[in-house]
């Protein structure tokens, strides 16, 4: 406990240095879109109580409220980045070169997986992405979250992230808390915006179409509507692999430059509408509908393949000699002489066009016509390109408003069904399916997988008077949830066992094989969950919530699960407030239920590994268990301070996590446990070097302090806001077995900078308004290609973003800005400072775990009409 307050103590004083020399607040006042001053206006948040929404500073848990205007002001489009400026606590990986994680980027907040953070939309449940992260870089190893990105910031009104575990009020998943979108709810007015930007390299050109517009739906309702429409290049920060080189000056034809791209995907067509309609139904009750259609391709690319060294297309001994195919099968008719790819001196020979040996299978010759190896049609290697086609839906219907005769007059009820769909469908080019030999297509369509969600509410609310301050609000309500996973296989020729695979020539579409028909089904999982939330005004400066909730899955059980909240007004401008709670998450239906083989990095050397469900023979051979729920313990204590145009938060979290779920290390198969998986009728054992599945193996505590501090004053002619908040963050790993690994749980303690910091000051002027954001990251672990002797910590870095705004009209206005405005580098890689690696192998030039990115700077401009 000592050690504990220690670092506390730290953290706090660390805050108040970091804001002291950064001389920056913020405030709560807001401006319109000519620039002109508001009078301040109150930030109302819903989520985190089933009270009528309350004000941030009366609330008893840390909730930050994000203007949609505040999400406008960025370079970039992607929600996930935008947030990441707001909320030091968020912590955003760009992941180059990591399977469907590049697709649906995973987010942490409070350095827990994406997983653990339940996404709200209007106030209801977010269905999960069906992408699966299988290569998360240690923290968001096999996350399954919701797909963040799809929702548009012009289509917003306001974000709210709880920063408090709400299990027990909004069920599974809010372990790290809870981010609320709140949809637009105009009924008149719109914008419309066009935004063109790229990065200073000259790559990542990026175009973007938005708009929103309100119309009235009948005399009573409002129908507002939105959209976006985006296309982005892709980007490269590389450098030429040193054996694509090498190939390249030994005269082998088709090297490309680079061979390996480290960068962003690229995005082509990505659309997204979204819609919110309310009306009227009588004086007492509303009817409300909201929805999306959401759809992107993305396509990025994969590791190279060495014409002479990769496994199962062109050698099986490392470089030795080459993997040479006898067409007409093995000691019949014509035998294939032996290449070997290295001299009598033991170097290697780069250029196989000048071995005698290779000349014959090459040539039109008997043997020419019997034997094949493919370097004859790839002679240079290849590099796949993988991505997919991501689409997302969803719609919620439901009636609310108050209850006016009964036993529950005065009442609030909610009644709603929703639905969500996201399906991910995968293709890899520039591939082979090496059994197939010269046969084989470069074109896969590996399969799909679909996530489809439904939600059934029911929650009613009354305050009754118990002669305390003011009424005592019950809320109650019941939950009915129904998750579906389902896998469809990909075609043929992406997971077929061609002719040569006896011969020691890979099975399916190199990096990414196709989903077999025995590993595609549909997974179904339900539950039920009824809870009852108190909050109790003992005296006008002290408040108690109480929440419980009980939640029964047709899988694994049941689970009961508590919260209690508290705050005490002090004086006028000073109140304390804390939580305790229970919470949990469920292992999804995917986690449960997924099969994969995929290509990955191990020690440095590319290999086939296959991901299998926990119940799986070969998972529990390996120590594999069904999935059970995680379960957290945490508690956090704070304190207000609001003085005038000053606001002060700060608050120290604790959450103690046991039995989290996750994907094991990937575990080399030996022999003897390739013959158990041959018995046990697993096929295409001998093609596989790793096997790795899901389970409960490890229990993590998380610790950190949140400071938020806001202030507004009249400077420079105009009007000024200051906004600082800063995030300390520390998880340790308290108990984990070989499944895990020793260098996974040093991922999952050092990946993330424990020290987050940001700083705005926003500056209005009558025709004119611009924003400076400081953005400081604290040292963190830098990682490349998930091999742990590349590891180094890498040193704190500060970064700016800056916008200027031109109001030329009433209706139009006209931005330039940047983020990363001077360019910071992310840390490079340094094969000197990290152990045993003697040269950069894989072409990279930064280590993929910076916090803000490997791309540098952007800059952009914007034009905006409003109406």
């Known amino acids: 406990m000592k050690l504990q307050l220690n670092a506390i103590s730290r953290a706090i004083t660390y805050a108040i240095a970091s804001t002291a020399s950064v001389g920056i607040f913020s405030t709560t006042a807001m401006a319109d879109e000519n620039g002109a001053k508001k009078e301040k206006i109150e930030k109302i948040a819903v989520v985190g109580s089933r009270a009528a929404p309350r004000s941030v500073g009366d609330s008893p848990v840390p909730v930050d409220i994000i203007g949609g205007e505040e999400l406008s002001k960025a370079g970039g489009d992607d929600m996930l980045e935008l947030l990441k400026g707001s909320v030091p606590s968020l912590n955003v990986h760009q992941n180059p070169i990591s399977d469907a994680a590049s697709l649906v980027r995973p987010a942490n907040l409070r350095g827990l997986p994406a997983d653990s953070t339940l996404i709200l939309l209007n106030g209801k449940r977010r269905h999960r992405s069906s992408v699966i992260a299988f290569l998360g870089g240690g923290i968001n190893d096999g996350a399954q979250g919701p797909d963040i990105s799809v929702i548009p910031s012009i289509a917003l009104k306001q974000v709210e992230v709880l920063r408090d575990g709400a299990a027990a009020q909004y069920g599974s998943d809010a372990i790290a808390g809870v981010i609320n979108f709140v949809l637009k709810d105009a009924s008149e007015g719109g914008s419309f915006a066009v935004k063109h930007g790229q990065f200073f390299e000259g790559d990542g050109d990026t175009t973007t179409y938005e708009g929103n517009v309100g119309l009235p739906f009948s005399d009573d309702g409002f129908a507002n509507l939105s959209f976006q429409y985006k296309n982005a290049d892709a980007t490269s920060r590389s450098v030429q692999r040193p054996d694509a080189a090498a190939y390249d000056g030994a005269g082998v034809p088709g090297i490309r430059n680079p061979a390996q791209v480290w960068g962003a995907p690229e995005i082509n067509d990505d659309i997204t509408l979204f819609g919110n309609v309310g009306l009227d139904l009588t004086n007492d009750s509303q009817f409300y509908m909201f929805g999306n259609y959401s759809e992107r391709d993305v396509k990025g690319g994969f590791y190279y393949r060495n014409p002479q060294t990769r496994p199962q297309v062109y050698s099986n001994d490392g470089g030795d000699t080459l993997l040479v195919a006898d067409l007409d099968g093995l000691d019949t008719g014509i035998s294939c002489p032996t290449v070997n790819l290295k001299n009598s001196a033991g170097e290697q020979i780069l250029d196989v066009s000048t071995i005698a040996a290779y000349q ?292 120290y979290y604790n959450i103690q996590v046991e039995d989290r779920i996750s994907q094991s290390d990937k575990i080399n198969l030996t022999v003897s446990q390739k013959a158990a998986l041959k018995a046990a009728g697993v096929p295409n054992v001998d093609s596989l070097a790793q096997v790795s599945f899901f389970t409960n193996d490890f229990d993590t505590t998380t610790q950190g302090v949140d400071v938020v501090a806001n202030y507004s004053m009249d400077l420079l002619d105009g009007y000024s806001t200051f906004a600082f908040a800063y995030n300390w963050n520390e998880t340790e790993v308290d108990r984990f077995s070989a499944i895990t690994g020793a260098f996974k749980v040093k991922r999952l303690e050092e990946d993330l900078p424990q020290h987050r910091a940001t700083a705005t000051w926003t500056q209005q002027w009558e025709t004119f308004t611009g924003f400076i954001r400081y953005n400081y990251f604290g040292e963190y672990q830098g990682v490349h290609v998930d091999f742990d002797q590349t590891a180094i910590t890498a040193d704190p870095s500060v970064t700016f973003d800056a916008e200027l705004t031109y109001f030329a009209t009433e209706n139009v206005s006209l931005s330039i800005g940047a983020n990363n405005i001077f360019d910071q580098e992310p840390e490079k890689l340094d094969f000197q400072k990290a152990s045993g690696i003697p040269n950069n192998n894989w072409g990279g030039k930064y280590y993929e775990t910076s916090p803000y990115g490997i791309n540098g700077g952007f800059y952009y401009v914007k034009a905006t009409y409003t109406f």
């Open 360 to 651: 014959q299978i090459a040539s039109n010759s008997d043997i020419g016509n019997n034997c094949f190896a493919f370097n004859e049609i790839l002679p240079a290697g290849f590099t796949p390109f993988f991505g997919g086609n991501i689409t997302d839906t969803s719609l919620t219907i439901g009636t609310k408003g108050d209850i006016t005769d009964g036993y529950f007059k005065g009442a609030r009820y909610d009644l709603s069904g929703s639905v969500g769909r996201n399906e991910s469908r995968y293709f890899i080019t520039n591939t082979v399916n090496a059994s197939l030999g010269a046969e084989t297509p470069m074109d896969f369509s590996p399969g799909k997988y679909i996530q489809l969600e439904k939600n059934f509410n029911a929650d009613i609310s009354k305050g009754y008077d118990f002669d305390l301050a003011y009424d005592v609000n019950i809320a109650a309500g019941l939950e009915w949830h129904e998750e579906t996973f389902e896998v469809i296989a990909g075609d043929e020729a992406s997971f077929i066992a061609g002719p040569l695979t006896e011969q020691g020539f890979g099975i399916g579409s190199n990096g990414f094989p196709g989903f077999k028909p025995s590993a595609a089904g549909e997974y179904s999982r339900r539950n039920y969950a009824a809870y009852v939330d108190v909050e109790t005004p003992f005296t006008e400066e002290f408040l108690m919530g109480w929440a419980l909730r009980y939640e029964d899955y047709d899988s694994f059980g049941s689970t009961t699960n508590y919260k209690i909240t508290a705050q005490f007004q002090a004086t006028d401008d000073l109140s304390f407030r804390g939580s305790i709670s229970t919470g949990f998450r469920a292992p999804t239906v995917g986690q449960a239920n997924v099969s994969n083989v995929q290509t990955n990095l191990s020690s440095g050397v590319l290999v086939d590994s296959a991901l299998l469900p926990p119940t799986n023979p070969v998972s529990q051979l390996l120590g594999g268990t069904e999935l059970q729920p995680e379960e957290s313990d945490s508690y956090t204590f704070g304190a207000v301070y609001q003085s005038g145009d000053i606001f002060l938060t700060i608050d």
